[in-house]
């Protein structure tokens, strides 16, 4: 049994997530390929969660770039996307490139390795013994669905015919129905969003057809995943490992072990725990990143995670009524040193990057030099995302900090 203070564990999971040590090479690709799934989510504050996660880890990358790395430069013309040039012609995938990503259900709606399609497929299977998820499908809906696809496609739903105004799940259309639950049994792929809106193509015109003819069963799928669960966060309890990927935890009794991760103790932490064994085979060490994570970043995903590993209990309060809130309405996670320090609720208004709230750790100000090296992680994670989001001038408008010890500190990081 190996045993880690709860400080290494930590430690162990910030590299695994790429925030500790020489930033990750291979951009975005690469990254995506260290966590194995990015969330997805519909709200935009400085930008869509899925730009933020690779902004934290990699600097002021493009935000083109950052789609075209996900989409692969899928961009297809449209009377309802407003994309701009068509596809190859519809034809069956290649066997030979498993590059690429898709979205499907992980941990949430998140984009995937195409890599790990196979790696899905016992959970399109449970959807189809089911027969159904949130709605009944419509008779003869696939079908004409599937025809489309096989003639048009790539297609939004809007494109297929059926999208209603609303976007709330008990107010789906029956092309809607059907679309996604063609998506659910893996007879389509969301190939890319354009617009927030989710483009469909088939399966076997967007899935390497090698990868397509996998065809692993619900052990082998699970294995993998808790494998590669166990690769994103370094060290996890069965808890962490379950909910990285949206598993049973009975699951991952079933196959920790042929999943080959080590068990290990952990100081503080009640439930057992498990480590990949790469990152047992070196310490932890180097730069620490310092940045603003989205609310859906994998680091802090998981709140009891997030409260274990970092002593941080951070609640989304963007569906909260605003007389409630306490941090705001996007408060995101404020990264440094290797800690969670404190939160920050941005804006925009016009090219000035506004913090409407900050709200700092009690420990991060139980001390003058604590504070003051708080007011530098602050200044400096401002900048950067103003810099990022095209922003030239910074604002904050509520915070408990000294507001001369933070003025001089946003003066003294300013890159301008």
């Known amino acids: 049994m190996v045993e880690l203070s709860a400080d290494e564990a930590r430690r162990l999971q910030l590299r695994a997530q790429g925030f500790l040590g020489a930033r990750p090479k291979g951009g975005v690709p690469a990254m995506l390929e260290r966590l194995g799934a990015v969330q997805l989510d519909t709200i935009s504050v400085l930008a869509r969660s899925h730009e933020l996660v690779p902004y934290a880890r990699l600097g002021p990358v493009g935000r083109d770039r950052i789609e075209a790395a996900y989409w692969g430069g899928r961009r297809a013309t449209g009377s309802g996307a407003g994309r701009s040039t068509r596809p190859a012609p519809p034809g069956p995938a290649t066997s030979g490139s498993a590059g690429g990503t898709f979205e499907y259900w992980a941990h949430a709606a998140s984009i995937l390795p195409m890599a790990d399609w196979p790696l899905f497929a016992f959970r399109r299977r449970a959807y189809l013994r089911r027969g159904w998820r949130w709605h009944k499908v419509p008779e003869g809906v696939c079908d ?33 129905i059907g679309i996604e639950w063609l998506l659910d049994i893996g007879e389509v792929v969301c190939v890319e969003r354009v617009g927030w809106r989710r483009v469909y193509d088939l399966a076997e015109r967007a899935v390497p057809g090698g990868l397509l003819a996998r065809d692993l069963d619900d052990d082998a799928c699970l294995t993998a995943l808790v494998s590669r669960a166990g690769r994103a966060l370094g060290v996890a309890t069965r808890g962490d490992l379950a909910d990285y990927y949206r598993i ?169």
């Open 144 to 176: 004409e669905i599937r025809a489309r696809l096989a003639a048009d496609g790539p297609l939004t739903t809007k494109e297929l015919g059926g999208a209603k105004a609303s976007a709330d799940w008990w107010d789906w259309s029956d092309h809607k």
């Open 248 to 416: 049973k935890q009975d699951q991952v009794d079933r196959v920790v072990e042929a999943a080959g991760l080590v068990p290990v103790e952990v100081a503080g932490w009640t439930q057992r725990a498990w480590a990949d064994p790469g990152a047992l085979a070196s310490p932890p060490k180097g730069r620490h990143a310092t940045a603003l994570l989205s609310p859906f970043d994998s680091l802090v995903w998981d709140r009891a995670r997030a409260s274990r590993v970092f002593g941080f209990d951070h609640r989304l309060e963007a569906y909260v009524p605003k007389a409630k809130r306490v941090h705001g309405y996007f408060a995101m996670p404020l990264l440094a040193g290797g800690r969670l320090i404190g939160r920050v609720d941005p804006a925009r208004e016009g090219r000035t990057l506004i913090a409407r709230q900050v709200s700092m750790e009690p420990w991060a100000t139980r001390t003058a030099a604590r504070t003051e090296a708080s007011a530098t992680a602050l200044a400096t994670a401002l900048w950067r995302a103003a810099t990022w989001v095209g922003c030239d001038d910074v604002r904050i408008e509520r915070t408990t900090l000294p507001p001369t010890l933070l003025k001089t500190a946003l003066t003294t990081t300013s890159p301008s």
